[in-house]
């Protein structure tokens, strides 16, 4: 990893790794096992072990006699490669980030390409993105290491049986179930720190590197992990005639010394003309209820205060309020568009 470097760009890459493997986002079993890989601490390879032993079991299964060390376990062995592409795959879904896998430097070092434009903003939503990545980086290598251990086992077992839960999909089933408990680990965390510490803007953190980086979505019983979930199928083709286009926009005022915050909604409907233009059908808009400003008059489901957010799922409440009036005979097509990532998953 630090091979070509010259010696003020070793220390350099060195105190970049040793600060990832010191993140906050890493919990206390992954952060141990990220410090034992990194130094070669496991019992493995030939200089510990001996015969077959010293041998990667899950590549002796299929012919390959391949020394086993801790890059190989967690880089370069096939199970290994086949778990960082879904990882991959799942992670630019929901961010558009892609990653490096060609380097053991982000594998097992966890040390992501900054964006290469400079982009004040897209430099802060890579930083944005940095403890979602680190946990799903420090749990995807532990997964991997215990889905070794199982392999090892029932190789060199009396019976040589097949392993249970080492394939790449069930490592995955348990990346995701780790990553599920971290996560609401994190959202009780920021809850405590703000209701409890009085430390303010610590959910309002959450919501920016956990939310708004399509990493997690937030329900009603809590966050709810997204980077797993299937992709949605997009409407294909262009929209027929006779169908209605409800476009949703969403605007938000924020508190001035004089003068509170303000969220309003706006819905707009487009009838699809035979020639394929569009002919104005409605218009609505709408201030957003809240707790903080309606009080008591405000619905039961309504947001504790003002946010953008909330201005978008009142625009998207509206838009299927509508949808539903006019699909209940089942003859007219809707298409619904809204602008928020976050609206569009809930929904």
């Not at 070793?10 to 600060?19: F, G």
């Not at 799942?90 to 896998?101: K, S």
């Not at 430390?199 to 009603?220: D, P």
Request: aromatic fraction near 4%; glycine fraction near 8%; hydrophobic fraction near 35%.
């Amino acid at each position: 990893m630090v091979e070509g470097l010259s010696a003020g760009e070793r220390r350099k890459r060195i105190r970049s790794i040793a600060e990832g493997m010191r993140h906050q986002s890493i919990p206390p079993q992954e952060a141990h096992h990220m410090c034992v890989t990194m130094h070669h601490g496991h019992w493995l390879g030939g200089q510990k072990c001996k015969g077959d032993q010293a041998l990667c079991a899950q590549c002796l299964r299929t012919g390959t006699r391949v020394e086993e060390t801790a890059t190989h376990v967690h880089h370069d062995c096939a199970t290994a490669k086949a778990v960082w592409e879904l990882v991959a795959g799942h992670w630019h879904r929901a961010t558009g980030e892609e990653l490096d896998l060609s380097s053991p430097l982000q594998t097992i070092a966890g040390l992501r390409k900054p964006p290469a434009t400079g982009c004040e903003s897209a430099t802060a939503a890579w930083k944005a993105r940095e403890p979602a990545w680190r946990l799903l980086h420090s749990v995807t290598l532990l997964q991997l290491y215990r889905a070794r251990c199982r392999s090892h086992a029932a190789y060199h077992g009396k019976e040589g049986s097949s392993p249970k839960k080492a394939d790449a999909r069930a490592v995955l089933t348990q990346v995701r179930r780790r990553m599920q408990d971290r996560l609401e680990f994190e959202h009780r965390k920021a809850v405590n720190a703000e209701g409890i510490a009085g430390r303010r803007g610590a959910r309002a953190l959450f919501h920016t590197q956990w939310v708004n980086t399509g990493v997690a979505t937030m329900r009603k019983q809590g966050p709810r992990l997204h980077i797993f979930t299937r992709p949605r199928e997009e409407a294909g083709g262009a929209p027929v005639e006779g169908t209605l286009l409800i476009r949703t926009g969403a605007a938000l005022v924020r508190s001035t010394a004089r003068q509170g915050p303000a969220a309003g909604w706006s819905v707009t409907v487009h009838e699809v003309q035979g020639d394929g233009s569009e002919k104005l059908h409605l218009k609505a808009s709408g201030a957003v209820p809240t707790r903080s400003t309606h009080g008591a008059r405000a619905p039961p489901q309504a947001p504790t205060r003002q946010t953008e957010q909330a201005a978008h799922q009142a625009a998207a409440a509206a838009a299927l309020v509508y949808d539903r009036q006019k699909t209940r005979g089942g003859q007219c097509r809707v298409l619904i568009t809204t602008s928020s990532d976050t609206a569009y998953r809930n929904i």
